[in-house]
Nanobody
Framework: QVQLVESGGGLVQAGGSLRLSCAAV????????MGWFRQAPGKEREFVSA????????YYADSVKGRFTISRDNAKNTMYLQMNSLKPEDTAVYYC?????????????????WGQGTQVTVSS
């Protein structure tokens, strides 16, 4: 059984920071493409950030570039999303994703494995 387990969400004021974690259980994901998507109420799921399969490349949505940083610790089989300078429009459920290939990093259907999601709420 392969699982992705997110943690670290919560309520924060605008301008604050949060760090999300995604622990991969049941499989070693060091050779997998991994990333984050989010979905706000009434909106479609959108790409946030991702690693390429090799881990050598990182990608960010324009809306979070310069504020969010993706990282991973392969020894712990864990990925992180450091979110700084948070804005109310960052409020959403954040999902951790993984795929053996992740051919199109910004496309949700490229990822086979999804976590259950963690809520991030940014108050103004």
């Amino acid at each position: 059984q392969v699982q992705l387990v997110e943690s670290g969400g919560g309520l924060v004021q605008a301008g604050g920071s949060l760090r999300l974690s995604c622990a991969a259980v049941g499989r070693t994901f060091s050779r997998y493409a991994m990333g984050w998507f989010r979905q706000a109420p009434g909106k479609e799921r959108e790409f946030v950030s991702a690693f390429s399969r090799s881990g050598g490349n990182t990608y960010y949505a324009d809306s979070v570039k310069g504020r969010f940083t993706i990282s991973r610790d392969n020894a712990k089989n864990t990925m992180y999303l450091q979110m700084n300078s948070l804005k109310p429009e960052d409020t959403a459920v954040y999902y951790c994703v993984a795929d053996r290939y992740g051919l199109y990093y910004g496309l949700a259907s490229s990822y086979e494995y999804w976590g259950q999601g963690t809520q991030v709420t940014v108050s103004s």
